[in-house]
């Protein structure tokens, strides 16, 4: 089971958007995901529209003439999703248990009742460096810091260091700290200078994925939903599964490699029938490769209509004296596709065949003709 706290001093960074959305996205890669609402504010509880009556408060506070278990408050979102509901109550858990020993536990005692019962959980931590995000912090393994292209964003991220640095020294409790990039405008040339300035400063924890500025996401805010669920095709949708992608290659153990299953095919025993199907199905696609000439690029992707936009191995690309390449067997017909370079999304630069996509950029498109026997 991992633990991920998402968490930024400065507020307006994305945080609880994305809290929303991975863990959205995340379920449905099959991942079964809690997001536990830490924030007194309860902006992820009130953007999916759960009752707040019963919270996390009613399960750390001593006070509550309501106690509760952290199971019995758990709210199911979605298959796969469920959510810890906050309210305005958990603010005042700070003053409640300042003198009480073994404070900066309780989260995590209270996690531990859940048995392995998620592979992820997510905690949408307030923005501030106080009990709860301490608390947060104590029961991860891993704290993901939302930065937007701005100083003032970069400056929480080095906040936040200094208490993951103390939790360490003096709870001894490591955690691997990631940084995301959020709300990155790509019509502005600012938002490349503060990304190269926020590369050269978190590169060891720099996470590839790059989350776009989107109108989608604030409108499906309004509507209570994750933006993969408002519009699954939109910038925003891709941005978040390609970064639930990233995390569950990250997480060892978890990821079921392409290559592996294909060795297991290839050593297992087909029946005759099945060997004709596959027959039939090799004959029927035809080799299709994709090029991109971007000589410092870390990582690329191809994706398109043909893999409804996924983002794996599938479609990773390799290096070829400096010119990125996909082979893939595509059956005839018309695809839409653009690249992935380094988290961020952009159409062939070399092929004029385009059509906008509504999103504000343009797909490429790509025919694939089969041989005249």
Known sequence: MKIISIANQKGGCGKTTTAINLVATLAVNGKRTLLIDLDPQAH???????????????????????????????????????????????????????????????????????????DFIIIDCPPSLGFLT?????????????????????????????????????????????????????????SFSMLEKIKNQFSEMLLTTIVHTNVKLKESAVEGQPVIVYDKYCRGAKDYYTLAKELIALEKGVRIDDA?????????????????????????????????????????????????????????????????????????????YQFIVDGRWQPDPVNERREANGFGDMNSLVEVAAHAE
């Not at 003032?152 to 640095?165: A, C, P, R, Y």
């Not at 297991?264 to 099945?274: D, I, T």
């Not at 479609?315 to 059956?331: F, T």
């Open 260 to 336: 592996a299953l294909l060795e297991a095919g290839s050593a297992a025993e087909f029946s005759q029938k099945m060997k004709d199907v596959v027959s039939r199905e090799i004959q029927s696609v035809l080799p299709t490769t994709f090029g991109l000439y971007a000589p410092e690029a870390n990582s690329v992707y191809v994706s398109g209509s043909f893999n409804n936009w996924a983002i794996d191995e599938s479609c990773r690309m390799v290096k070829e004296d400096g010119v990125w390449v996909a082979r893939l067997p595509l059956s005839s017909g018309l695809y839409r």
């Open 44 to 118: 992820a509880t009130l953007g999916l529209n759960r009752d707040d009556k019963n919270s996390i408060y009613n399960v750390i506070s001593k006070i509550t003439p309501r106690k509760l278990s952290i199971k019995d408050i758990i709210q199911n979102v979605s298959p796969g999703f469920d959510i810890v509901p906050s309210n305005v109550l958990v603010g005042t858990l700070e003053q409640e248990l300042s003198d009480e020993i073994g404070r900066e536990m309780k989260l995590v005692e209270s996690i531990a009742t859940l048995n392995d019962a998620y």
């Open 134 to 190: 301490v608390n947060a912090i104590r029961a991860s393994h891993e704290i993901m810091i939302p930065v937007e292209t701005s100083r003032f964003s970069v400056q929480g991220v080095e906040h936040l260091m200094d208490i993951i640095n103390l939790i360490k020294e003096r709870l001894g409790h490591p955690v691997t700290p990631r940084v995301l990039v959020t709300m990155f405008d790509s019509r502005l040339r600012h």
